[in-house]
């Protein structure tokens, strides 16, 4: 159910991921008639290809070793149906001479990312889907999103881009002596996991005001952390996922992740009172696939 999640957001995500120069393809243990009538309904434009004996997949090292030979896992309502060769949630990057660039395997299937999200892991390519300008007096600060769409287990980066004027700087958050460091705090939430901040390195600069360099931030200045969807999700348990509606997300519906951002701004010659700025980012929600494929279509494994 989430992999389907993660494909819609996929081909959302292609033409960034084609303007970023690579193409995309999904390799998959489901039949060519799954694949293709998913395809269809989904409007899934990039190649879906079939691995139904799962030996690309163990040639990658990826099958999922919860469930080997004869283990079987209950993944409908009808009953439990084996998986031996299902695959962990795995990403790789290829160079156009076939060498692996870049690789993720999460143990968590639950667990997805974004096209955008994994270019900024794999290539560094700063991705923002969503930028909203916020007021903070000279300062210019926007908060950002690699996407405006999420989902159950959504794996996506969120970021604030500060741009200082000439001549001002903020302290990184290692700074001592009395001085306020730059900090981003996210409101504690039961429907999200937030990760750290990523903090870029700090120049260290004399300043007139005081006898020892001082970390800290000029010009622009971008921070990042990875919002990731808890994926409150059982079958076998609706209300699971009725209390993630109700709690987590609002009439349109839209899922929400709020926190603040706290900075002492200072020029040359002197620092000015510290700031608090609320932060807000806004999702649109992209409910679970629970539609299945035709029985006729439903599938055993035999070992």
């Not at 309904?41 to 290809?49: A, M, N, V």
């Not at 750290?196 to 360099?213: G, N």
Request: charged share 20%; proline share 6%; hydrophobic share 40%.
């Amino acid at each position: 159910m989430f992999c389907k999640g993660q494909l819609v957001e996929l081909q959302r995500d292609l033409p960034v991921l084609q303007r970023a120069g690579l193409g995309l393809a999904v390799i998959s243990y489901d039949s060519t008639a799954v694949l293709a009538d998913f395809a269809s309904r989904k409007g899934i434009t990039f190649p879906l290809l079939s691995d139904h004996e799962s030996v690309v997949i163990r040639a990658f090292g990826v099958e999922d070793r919860r469930y080997g030979k004869e283990a079987a896992i209950d993944v409908d309502s009808s009953g439990a149906v084996p998986v031996y060769g299902i695959p962990y949630s795995a990403v790789f990057v290829l160079r156009p001479d076939g060498i692996v660039h870049w690789r993720f395997v999460s143990e968590h299937e639950e667990l997805r990312f974004t096209g955008n999200s994994i270019l900024e892991r794999s290539l560094g390519a700063m991705v923002s889907e969503s930028r909203r300008p916020l007021e903070v007096g000279k300062l210019q600060v926007v908060a950002t999103a690699s996407n405006s769409l999420t989902g159950l287990g959504t794996r996506l980066n969120i970021g604030l881009e500060l741009r200082l004027p000439r001549g001002w700087h903020v302290y990184s958050p290692q700074v001592t002596g009395g001085y306020r460091g730059i900090t981003w705090q996210m409101d504690a939430s039961e429907c999200s996991i937030i990760g750290d901040v990523v903090y870029p390195a700090p120049h260290w600069k004399q300043l007139a005001f005081s006898s020892e360099k001082l970390p800290v931030y000029e010009g622009t200045l971008r921070l990042t952390r990875e919002l990731i969807i808890k994926p409150l999700l059982n079958d076998s348990n609706p209300a699971v996922f009725q209390l993630f509606r109700k709690s987590c997300l609002d009439s349109a519906p839209r899922f929400q992740a709020s926190g603040s951002l706290q900075f002492q701004a200072c020029d040359e010659r002197e620092c000015f009172p510290p700031q608090s700025i609320p932060l807000e980012w806004k999702f649109d929600f992209l409910a679970p696939d629970r539609q299945r494929v035709p029985v006729r279509l439903w599938r055993a494994f035999e070992h």
